[in-house]
């Protein structure tokens, strides 16, 4: 018996990396799932293939599960739409979403192009955007349905270089907040995920240094793409139905729950402020709550339950 048993679960970005893993292992769970993958280049500037959704699809079906593959892409909403068909078609219905659907176009913002920019804007948002209104209704008028969103800590923490893609996860994350709200009352479950994993989003960072290749080597040990998705897999389970609403984050044998952004500190003057005492008076009494610029680190191992690390 697996937690999934009886769900049909639409897995985008299924045909590599941390989205493969999420449809094998929704399989192994009991899942019927529909392997979405454009097939195209880390960058999604290529045609696409249908070969590594239906590849993925093929490995679900040998090992005794149930599978469809699908190979259009989530920056269109008819098509996106032709996946909720093809789930009910195939399957009977869809019970939930996992969308690590992406690519990168990375730069420093001062050289971005607009078109680098509107491309990881159009699959990272506009895709998220598109796979949630294209089930939501369905979702709701089952009452019952789960999604889990893929955020990033380049939005979160902040990445050089990654303006676009940071922007794009952050939108994300804002998005999921209020599906969950709005949610609630349906049954209607919403959670995102900023997931750190040896993949080929990561494997395109540019080594510069030998202490980044030891670095990266370390990763490729220690933060494996099944990891997040048997998170992922997890938060769809029913003994999680009071989970919705969170940012999660999972790196290695880490998972991380993060803080989001509430008021800290509050200045009020009666009589209002000038700019003169904004200056003197206001920063002054907040910049001791200021965040830093710098990044925070990758927990180096595993750590114990007991002592828990925030992963940057």
Same mark, same amino acid.
């Given at each position: 018996?697996?937690?999934?048993?009886?769900?049909?679960?639409?897995?985008?970005?299924?045909?590599?990396?941390?989205?493969?893993?999420?449809?094998?292992?929704?399989?192994?769970?009991?899942?019927?799932?529909?392997? /979405?993958?454009?097939? !195209?280049?880390?960058?999604?500037?290529?045609? @696409?293939? #249908? %070969?590594?959704?239906?590849?993925? &699809?093929? =490995?679900?079906?040998?090992?005794?599960?149930?599978?469809?593959?699908?190979?259009?892409?989530?920056?269109?909403?008819?098509?996106?739409?032709?996946?909720?068909?093809?789930?009910?078609?195939?399957?009977?219905?869809?019970?939930?979403?996992?969308?690590?659907?992406?690519?990168?176009?990375?730069?420093?913002?001062?050289?971005?192009?607009?078109?680098?920019?509107?491309?990881?804007?159009?699959?990272?948002?506009?895709?998220?955007?598109?796979?949630?209104?294209?089930?939501?209704?369905?979702?709701?008028?089952?009452?019952?349905?789960?999604?889990?969103?893929?955020?990033?800590?380049?939005?979160?923490?902040? /990445?050089?270089?990654? !303006?676009?893609?940071?922007?794009?996860?952050? @939108?994300? #994350? %804002?998005?999921?907040?209020?599906? &969950?709200? =709005?949610?609630?009352?349906?049954?209607?479950?919403?959670n995102c995920l900023a997931?750190?994993?040896?993949?080929?989003?990561?494997?395109?960072?540019?080594?510069?240094?030998?202490?980044?290749?030891?670095?990266?080597?370390?990763?490729?040990?220690?933060?494996?793409?099944?990891?997040?998705?048997?998170?992922?897999?997890?938060?769809?389970?029913?003994a999680a139905r009071h989970?919705?609403?969170?940012?999660?984050?999972?790196?290695?044998?880490?998972?991380?729950?993060?803080?989001?952004?509430?008021?800290?500190?509050?200045?009020?003057?009666?009589?209002?402020?000038?700019?003169?005492?904004?200056?003197?008076?206001?920063?002054?009494?907040?910049?001791?709550?200021?965040?830093?610029?710098?990044?925070?680190?990758?927990?180096?191992?595993?750590?114990?339950?007991?002592?828990?690390?925030?992963?940057?």
């Amino acid at each position: 018996m697996g937690v999934l048993d009886g769900k049909v679960v639409l897995v985008t970005g299924g045909g590599n990396g941390i989205g493969r893993e999420c449809a094998l292992i929704a399989a192994q769970e009991g899942a019927k799932v529909v392997v /979405n993958d454009l097939g !195209a280049s880390l960058a999604g500037g290529d045609e @696409g293939s #249908a %070969g590594p959704a239906e590849t993925v &699809a093929q =490995e679900i079906r040998a090992a005794g599960g149930e599978a469809v593959s699908n190979s259009e892409s989530v920056t269109s909403m008819a098509a996106v739409h032709g996946m909720v068909r093809q789930s009910l078609d195939a399957f009977g219905g869809l019970h939930a979403v996992i969308n690590p659907a992406g690519i990168l176009r990375d730069g420093m913002f001062h050289k971005m192009s607009e078109a680098d920019w509107d491309r990881v804007i159009e699959v990272h948002l506009r895709g998220t955007f598109n796979v949630c209104r294209a089930t939501i209704e369905h979702f709701r008028n089952q009452g019952d349905g789960a999604y889990v969103l893929y955020t990033s800590t380049s939005g979160i923490i902040g /990445n050089i270089g990654q !303006a676009n893609y940071g922007a794009a996860k952050m @939108g994300i #994350a %804002g998005l999921s907040r209020i599906i &969950a709200m =709005e949610g609630a009352a349906k049954n209607v479950r919403c959670n995102c995920l900023a997931p750190v994993a040896w993949t080929r989003m990561t494997q395109s960072v540019p080594v510069k240094d030998e202490a980044q290749a030891a670095r990266q080597a370390q990763m490729a040990a220690s933060i494996r793409a099944d990891q997040p998705a048997r998170f992922s897999v997890a938060l769809l389970a029913d003994a999680a139905r009071h989970v919705t609403g969170q940012i999660f984050g999972s790196s290695g044998d880490n998972i991380i729950l993060y803080s989001q952004p509430r008021p800290i500190h509050t200045e009020s003057h009666p009589e209002g402020w000038t700019i003169e005492t904004i200056l003197s008076e206001v920063l002054p009494a907040m910049s001791d709550k200021f965040y830093s610029l710098e990044r925070l680190p990758l927990p180096p191992t595993p750590v114990s339950k007991a002592a828990p690390v925030m992963a940057g």
